[in-house]
């Protein structure tokens, strides 16, 4: 199940902040998929010694309105796992690069109003957002908190966008952060307001937390993630054999050798099989990229991924090996 890609060529580069960088991106030839605000595409990142490209998420931060370009922006993360760095370091004006086609797994829902919490680079989605609400001429607004002035990506933009007195700056650095209160748009509960929060993994928590606590539902909270989300495992139907226990170790054997491999809880299937010197496609390890999305022959997979759709998942005929696990005690794998 090959995942197809774009070719785009880059366009034009632009600081966004101290610590991050535009991108835009234009087709090689043809137009590029339409997309809604919330979505993402998944640029893949050539190695210069031949081996699996870097994969990697980065939101769509322009209006949906636009056709002929993709535009994202990325900050340098310098301890994260090289995929910002490469970037930053390597793609230039002209470098030809491959992308996915928008997918979106953060949708805008339907309300009367809307409130956007970012978090640093967490504004990229919520940009989008705001450009869709503002031509929808729908009510909302627009918080961004960041450590400082200097490192606030986007800031010159939403400061000339045509919605600039709907965006409020928290800055770090002037005493203004979630952990020392929520924005004043949260403080009291509205039910038909819809919140959207997007950046690192303990803001969200925190501006989720808050607001939960405050009284707002949990299904008005709207969080933006880049790693599955492991679900529950499925509750036996009457008759039915038990599942193997979600959590637990279980084992995977290789179609073409018939070697068994055991996988404990703390350890992914390509941990295991690479260890074992087993060769698989890998790249973003997160489950996004189907670089190593496996046919599967026998056994029940418990699904992690971001990858397939329902629909493929229900059918259990591959897995992605980084992330997914298993709801049988064994998988047989068309490897």
Same mark, same amino acid.
């Given at each position: 199940?090959?995942?197809?890609?774009?070719?785009?060529?880059?366009?034009?580069?632009?600081?966004?902040?101290?610590?991050?960088?535009?991108?835009?991106?234009?087709?090689?030839?043809?137009?590029?998929?339409?997309?809604?605000?919330?979505?993402?595409?998944?640029?893949?990142?050539?190695?210069?010694?031949?081996?699996?490209?870097?994969?990697?998420?980065?939101?769509?931060?322009?209006?949906?309105?636009?056709?002929?370009?993709?535009?994202?922006?990325?900050?340098?993360?310098?301890?994260?796992?090289?995929?910002?760095?490469?970037?930053?370091?390597?793609?230039?004006?002209?470098?030809?690069?491959?992308?996915?086609?928008?997918?979106?797994?953060?949708?805008?829902?339907?309300?009367?109003?809307?409130?956007?919490?970012?978090?640093?680079?967490?504004? &990229?989605?919520?940009?989008?957002?705001?450009?869709?609400?503002? =031509?929808?001429?729908?009510?909302?607004?627009?918080?961004?908190?960041?450590?400082?002035?200097?490192?606030?990506?986007?800031?010159?933009?939403?400061?000339?966008?045509?919605?600039?007195?709907?965006?409020?700056?928290?800055?770090?650095?002037?005493?203004?952060?979630?952990?020392?209160?929520?924005?004043?748009?949260?403080?009291?509960?509205?039910?038909?307001?819809?919140?959207?929060?997007?950046?690192?993994?303990?803001?969200?928590?925190?501006?989720?937390?808050?607001?939960?606590?405050?009284?707002?539902?949990?299904?008005?909270?709207?969080?933006?993630?880049?790693?599955?989300?492991?679900?529950?495992?499925?509750?036996? &139907?009457?008759?039915?054999?038990?599942?193997?226990?979600?959590?637990?170790?279980?084992?995977?054997?290789? =179609?073409?050798?018939?070697?068994?491999?055991?996988?404990?809880?703390?350890?992914?299937?390509?941990?295991?099989?690479?260890?074992?010197?087993?060769?698989?496609?890998?790249?973003?390890?997160?489950?996004?990229?189907?670089?190593?999305?496996?046919?599967?022959?026998?056994?029940?997979?418990?699904?992690?991924?971001?990858?397939?759709?329902?629909?493929?998942? =229900?059918?259990?005929?591959?897995?992605?090996?980084?992330?997914?696990?298993?709801?049988?005690?064994?998988?047989?794998?068309?490897?």
């Amino acid at each position: 199940m090959a995942v197809q890609t774009l070719d785009v060529i880059v366009h034009a580069v632009t600081l966004a902040s101290a610590t991050s960088r535009s991108y835009e991106l234009r087709p090689v030839t043809g137009t590029l998929p339409p997309f809604d605000a919330g979505a993402h595409i998944d640029v893949h990142l050539d190695r210069a010694d031949g081996g699996p490209a870097l994969i990697r998420p980065y939101s769509l931060c322009n209006s949906p309105r636009e056709k002929d370009r993709y535009l994202i922006c990325v900050h340098r993360e310098d301890t994260g796992r090289g995929g910002s760095l490469a970037l930053h370091r390597e793609i230039t004006v002209g470098r030809r690069l491959r992308v996915s086609a928008p997918r979106n797994l953060f949708p805008l829902v339907s309300a009367r109003r809307y409130v956007l919490v970012a978090g640093g680079i967490g504004i &990229t989605p919520l940009l989008s957002m705001a450009e869709t609400l503002a =031509a929808r001429g729908a009510p909302f607004r627009l918080h961004h908190y960041t450590s400082s002035a200097a490192r606030a990506p986007l800031a010159e933009r939403l400061a000339e966008s045509s919605f600039a007195g709907r965006v409020v700056s928290h800055r770090g650095d002037r005493g203004d952060s979630v952990r020392t209160g929520l924005p004043g748009d949260l403080l009291v509960p509205d039910p038909e307001t819809a919140v959207y929060v997007c950046g690192p993994a303990g803001f969200m928590a925190c501006v989720r937390d808050g607001a939960s606590a405050l009284g707002w539902r949990p299904e008005q909270l709207h969080t933006e993630r880049f790693t599955p989300t492991p679900g529950p495992a499925p509750t036996p &139907t009457v008759g039915a054999s038990v599942p193997h226990e979600a959590g637990t170790g279980f084992t995977v054997r290789l =179609a073409s050798t018939g070697e068994r491999y055991p996988v404990p809880a703390d350890r992914t299937i390509a941990d295991v099989l690479t260890a074992h010197g087993v060769e698989i496609g890998l790249s973003c390890e997160q489950g996004m990229c189907g670089a190593c999305l496996t046919p599967v022959l026998a056994g029940e997979p418990d699904h992690r991924d971001e990858v397939q759709s329902p629909a493929e998942q =229900a059918a259990n005929t591959h897995i992605t090996l980084c992330c997914s696990r298993a709801h049988s005690a064994e998988l047989l794998l068309d490897l």
